[in-house]
């Protein structure tokens, strides 16, 4: 009767120690942005990479910041970050030989980014994955849990590890992360102007050329 009710005690604190799921390890993501880990993660570095992973029960908790290269004219698409995301999640699923689930556009700190869930396998084991992948200050930054055992999308563990996601801003963001849309608008608008004013510049200097010429051979 004792080793019953040991056993049902421990079960009962191993179920309520789980269910607790904390939070407490801080970590830095490649000087990007802030997320708490339940513990202090692996990090392997990269060439323009640096990624955080945390084993925890039957999940693993992820993290990752690496640089964005592309040419002048890929930062001139409209679409660029949209585009960026769709081939991320697609080269992603292909990765791990999954299936999409769902996807859905998302805001933090004012940071347009995505999320997504999708079922796939890594070293032959299945899981359940759910990711938020950000572009922001020319680095792709992602966040995401991969649960063994079935999950969804309101899962308090994947909320609470979310919730803690927050950017650092840097100087010359000036508190504000403009879409790629508004600054392909904004350069159009202001090479706009330039041409105007080069074209009254230049105008009025043969204007003024031709009326002092005109002047001279009157007084000739």
């Known amino acids: 009767m004792r080793k019953t009710i040991l056993a049902l005690l421990?079960?009962?604190?191993?179920?309520?120690?789980?269910?607790?799921?904390?939070?407490?390890?801080?970590?830095?993501i490649g000087n990007d942005a802030i997320i708490i880990f339940p513990d202090t993660p692996r990090i392997t570095q990269g060439v323009t990479s640096i990624s955080y992973e945390v084993d925890y029960?039957?999940?693993?908790?992820?993290?990752?910041?690496?640089?964005?290269?592309?040419?002048?004219?890929?930062?001139?698409?409209?679409?660029?970050?949209?585009?960026?995301?769709?081939?991320?999640?697609?080269?992603?699923?292909?990765?791990?030989?999954?299936?999409?689930?769902?996807?859905k556009d998302i805001i933090v700190d004012g940071v347009k980014g995505i999320e997504f869930e999708c079922h796939g396998n890594l070293d032959t084991a299945g899981y359940y994955i759910f990711y938020r992948f950000f572009y922001y200050n020319k680095r792709f930054i992602t966040e995401g849990i991969w649960f063994k055992q079935e999950a969804q999308r309101n899962d308090e563990r994947l909320n609470a590890f979310f919730s803690t996601?927050?950017?650092?801003?840097?100087?010359?963001?000036?508190?504000?992360?403009?879409?790629?849309?508004?600054?392909?608008?904004?350069?159009?608008?202001?090479?706009?102007?330039?041409?105007?004013?080069?074209?009254?510049?230049?105008?009025?200097?043969?204007?003024?050329?031709?009326?002092?010429?005109?002047?001279k051979l009157k007084n000739e």
């Not at 179920?15 to 607790?20: D, K, V």
């Not at 963001?173 to 090479?191: C, D, E, M």
């Open 10 to 28: 421990t079960s009962i604190l191993t179920i309520s120690a789980y269910g607790q799921h904390t939070l407490h390890y801080l970590q830095n």
């Open 57 to 103: 029960y039957d999940m693993m908790y992820a993290a990752n910041s690496s640089s964005v290269e592309g040419g002048s004219v890929d930062f001139l698409y409209r679409d660029f970050t949209n585009s960026l995301y769709r081939r991320s999640i697609a080269k992603f699923i292909k990765t791990i030989h999954g299936k999409l689930i769902y996807k």
């Open 165 to 215: 996601f927050k950017f650092i801003r840097k100087a010359e963001h000036n508190n504000s992360v403009w879409s790629n849309k508004t600054l392909v608008i904004k350069g159009v608008k202001y090479a706009l102007i330039i041409i105007l004013l080069i074209t009254l510049i230049v105008g009025s200097i043969i204007f003024i050329a031709r009326r002092l010429s005109a002047k």
